[in-house]
């Protein structure tokens, strides 16, 4: 049946959240892992061996001629996340491509028209939308069980350890806490509120390799909501968020990849749910990707191409503020 057929995968970029990605695909149904590519073939050749892939490119435009692969999981790292998804999109291949979409928001409009003009399917890999839990959530403010939301409180933060080599620190590969950790209580933020902040007061800690190692922001909304946003890749926090609205809050602990969550309606005793997932759930985008594919959506209405357009603006507003730019910018 149409509605269960296989989907067949490709995985740009022979690195580390790619190798989470494959060992997660097996919780996609009907998800068919068949190339990898990478810069140098000896790692696209490794990683096909460990993940059992079975075939396996030394580029990016060898996987995007791969007649067998409908989409990519796009896992390179970020400042390369562009040049990829064109030239996947050229090739006729759908994309999956990792958060930070893109370093800037003039990228994400680049891939957001290639797709759009080729018809094809594309989606940031912005897996938390996915997650029983969040859906969850949703369903909760969309029916208003706390009343009208009027503050968000989110972070996300965790000790990355002094490598300036490293992608985190590192400003060549896109490093720094807002496109890393930072962007999803951002992206938890457009989630919550559904539209981009009207005002924008943000600070960072830019450490010694010139990138922020930690930042604050304060979002206001056009009715005078707010949302308080903190990361760190040097900075260990308990990556909770708290939605205060008018008649309730809800407490979501480790949000991004939450397991579960709580709601305090009026005086009623508190609502828990749990999802007992014994993977991290990457899979469920995976799976959202191969719906929409299975139906003919082009875009995900969980995560569309628009909301993270308007994402990447926000977050180089945030930059702005600080002076921080990237090479090439
Ligand atoms: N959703 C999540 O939970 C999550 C978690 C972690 C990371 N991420 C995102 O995933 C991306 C990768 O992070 P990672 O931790 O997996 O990094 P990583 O382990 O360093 O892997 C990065 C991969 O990108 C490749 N690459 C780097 N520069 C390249 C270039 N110029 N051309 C082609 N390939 C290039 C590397 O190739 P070589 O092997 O040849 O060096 C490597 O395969 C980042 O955008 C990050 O934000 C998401």
New binding site residues.
């Given amino acids: 049946m149409s509605n269960e057929r296989t989907v067949k995968w490709g995985i740009?970029?022979?690195?580390?959240?790619?190798?989470?990605f494959a060992s997660e695909l097996r919780h996609a149904p009907g998800a068919e892992l068949v190339a990898v590519a990478?810069?140098?073939k000896d790692?696209a050749d490794a990683?096909a061996a460990k993940y059992n892939v079975p075939r396996s490119y030394g580029s990016?435009e060898e996987l995007a001629n791969d007649p067998d692969v409908e989409i990519v999981y796009i896992?390179?790292?970020?400042?390369?996340?562009k040049?990829?998804a064109l030239t996947l999109l050229r090739g006729g291949k759908s994309i999956l491509c990792?958060?930070?979409f893109t370093m800037t928001q003039a990228e994400a409009r680049e891939i957001a028209r290639e797709a759009r003009r080729r018809n094809l399917f594309a989606m940031e890999?912005?897996?938390t939308r996915y997650l029983p839990v969040i859906r969850q959530v949703k369903e909760w403010l969309r029916g208003g069980a706390i009343g009208e939301v009027k503050l968000l409180k989110a972070e996300f933060g965790f000790d990355a350890g002094w490598n300036p080599e490293?992608?985190l620190l590192n400003k060549e590969?896109?490093g720094g806490t807002l496109?890393?950790a930072g962007?999803y209580p951002v992206s938890f933020a457009s989630f919550v509120y559904g539209q981009r902040p009207s005002r924008i007061l943000s600070t960072a800690v830019i450490g010694e390799t010139g990138v922020d190692e930690q930042y604050s922001a304060l979002f206001e909304y056009p009715g005078g909501q707010v949302a308080s946003l903190h990361g760190g890749v040097r900075l260990p926090m308990n990556n909770d968020a708290w939605i205060y609205g008018t008649k309730g809050k809800i407490h979501v602990p480790n949000f991004?990849?939450a397991k579960e969550a709580t709601l305090y309606a009026g005086g009623e005793e508190p609502v828990v749910i749990r999802d007992d997932r014994t993977f991290?759930g990457?899979a469920l985008q995976a799976v959202e990707a191969m719906n929409c594919l299975r139906e003919g959506r082009k875009e995900s209405a969980e995560m569309p191409l628009d909301e993270t357009v308007e994402l990447m603006g926000t977050l180089d507003e945030i930059r702005g503020q600080w002076g921080l730019t990237y090479p090439g910018e």
């Fill in positions: 740009m970029g022979p690195g580390g959240i790619s190798g989470n990478g810069r140098s790692k990683f990016c896992g390179t790292l970020h400042p390369i996340h040049e990829n990792e958060k930070p890999a912005m897996w490293g992608r590969k896109g496109l890393d962007i991004l990849a991290v990457h």
